[in-house]
């Protein structure tokens, strides 16, 4: 049948219409049909971290999914953690929740988290992750976490303002440490901001460890948890090292948050922050510039070494199915380049993703990726005992009190401290 040109124009344009009408309606049809809520229970609530959530948060709403913040404020996580062991034994678990390290094993253990292998063999994490990384966001073979970025603990953050008004040299190793404090004690500065919670207290610790005892004696003592090393003289040592730093911290240090301390040095109060890079998310939201507000340097004695806190989120069983899929869309999300270079430029972390492009990270996350690599070939890649990458939770909280203990008390003798971070490191 042949039509006449006005009738053929007329039902080209009724059919483009038809077309549009069904392209409009599948695309606000697909995202609703799969659009689920994502509930994620994280700690990241300071300056620096807020801005970090937020990333996650908007590209999430940007798949069409709607964002429920359970975010528990304090104390390095461990108030998180309580709230989250309650919801999930109410049967209310979150869709993800920021666990790590070996705890991901235990929660696992549980039965309570998901598998996301369908999103990590479609997108080969395997080839994406370091095999330290990926080893421990499987259980079993299969992924059940996300990691999110890579942060050093050992770091010294540091006001030059402060040390160039009381003529101060930034310290490498602990002699220059307590040479430079004095004359910011002298000068009437507070010398380290410090935040005298006990997760802080192992975390100075740690780095204390390291920079006295090295590498392979942190290993010993935090990784393999031998008793010669806790109970020897060099463990002697760091405690004494670790007690002479508290004279140079002031007296409203206990129970401080760690980045009321960071504001500390940000204002010029206090001179110096042992603290992971965590602290330099809080510079940064404060406008205080790498190199010129503020200078990262590795902390006294440690510059080839690195102790590492892998963030990451555990995937929890859900019983919705949109919620489910939003889940999938949510580790598909964390692992894309975009989320993590957005993300860990406000987290103050680096990318945990390989072959990442470091051209718009600054040099305090430049030199952290470059001593990552350096340390993973020379097996000094410690992981953190203080935040949750080390020992499994019972013992961490116990050495968490032992050292805290230790670093109050006017009485308990190295001797005793190393007696009970032995029994400590035997809990189960
Ligand atoms: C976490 C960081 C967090 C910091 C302070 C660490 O244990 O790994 O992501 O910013 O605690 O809350």
């Not at 049948?1 to 409009?24: D, E, F, I, T, Y």
């Not at 976490?145 to 310290?171: C, E, I, Q």
């Not at 869309?329 to 964390?334: F, G, I, Q």
């Amino acid at each position: 049948m042949k039509l006449n040109p006005a009738r053929a124009q007329r039902l080209a344009v009724s059919r483009s219409r038809l077309l549009g009408a069904l392209l409009l309606t599948l695309a606000t049809a697909l995202p609703a049909a799969r659009a689920g809520e994502i509930e994620v229970l994280h700690w990241w609530t300071s300056g620096g971290e807020a801005r970090a959530a937020q990333a996650l948060k908007a590209s999430m709403q940007a798949k069409g999914h709607s964002w429920k913040d359970f975010a528990v404020a304090g104390s390095g996580g461990d108030s998180a953690i309580t709230v989250l062991r309650s919801r999930v034994v109410s049967g209310n678990a979150p869709a993800a929740a920021q666990i790590k390290g070996p705890s991901l094993q235990a929660w696992a253990r549980e039965g309570v988290l998901t598998s996301i292998n369908e999103v990590a063999r479609a997108e080969r994490w395997d080839e994406l992750l370091p095999q330290v990384v990926s080893d421990q966001m499987k259980y079993r073979g299969d992924y059940i976490a996300v990691p999110v970025n890579v942060h050093r603990v050992n770091w010294l953050w540091v006001n030059p303002a402060v040390f160039a008004r009381v003529g101060a040299k930034v310290p490498s190793s602990w002699d220059e440490f307590f040479a430079a404090a004095e004359t910011l004690k002298k000068a009437g500065v507070i010398a380290l901001a410090h935040g005298g919670q006990s997760w802080q207290d192992l975390t100075l610790l740690e780095t204390v460890t390291l920079g006295v005892g090295g590498a392979e004696f942190y290993r010993q003592a935090f990784v393999l948890r031998e008793a010669s090393a806790l109970n020897s003289p060099t463990m002697d040592k760091v405690l004494s090292t670790y007690k002479r730093i508290k004279p140079f911290t002031d007296r409203n240090a206990p129970g401080r948050d760690w980045n009321l301390a960071t504001a500390m040095v940000i204002k010029g109060e206090a001179a110096m922050q042992l603290m992971g890079d965590w602290a330099k998310g809080e510079f940064l939201a404060a406008g205080s510039l790498p190199g010129k507000g503020f200078i990262c340097a590795p902390a006294p004695g440690t510059a080839k070494s690195f102790i590492f806190v892998v963030d990451s989120f555990a995937m929890f069983k859900l019983k919705n199915p949109a919620n489910s899929a939003a889940q999938k869309d949510l580790a598909s999300a964390v692992m894309s380049p975009e989320f993590q270079e957005a993300f860990n430029l406000s987290k103050g972390s680096i990318p945990v993703r390989l072959g990442m492009k470091m051209d718009r990270f600054d040099d305090c996350a430049k030199a952290s990726a470059q001593e990552f690599s350096t340390a993973a070939k020379q097996a000094s890649l410690l992981p953190s005992i203080a935040n949750g990458m080390a020992a499994p939770s019972s013992i961490e909280w116990a050495l968490k009190d032992v050292v805290s203990q230790f670093w109050n008390s006017d009485k308990m003798s190295t001797a005793e401290a190393m007696k009970r971070m032995v029994e400590a490191s035997r809990r189960q």
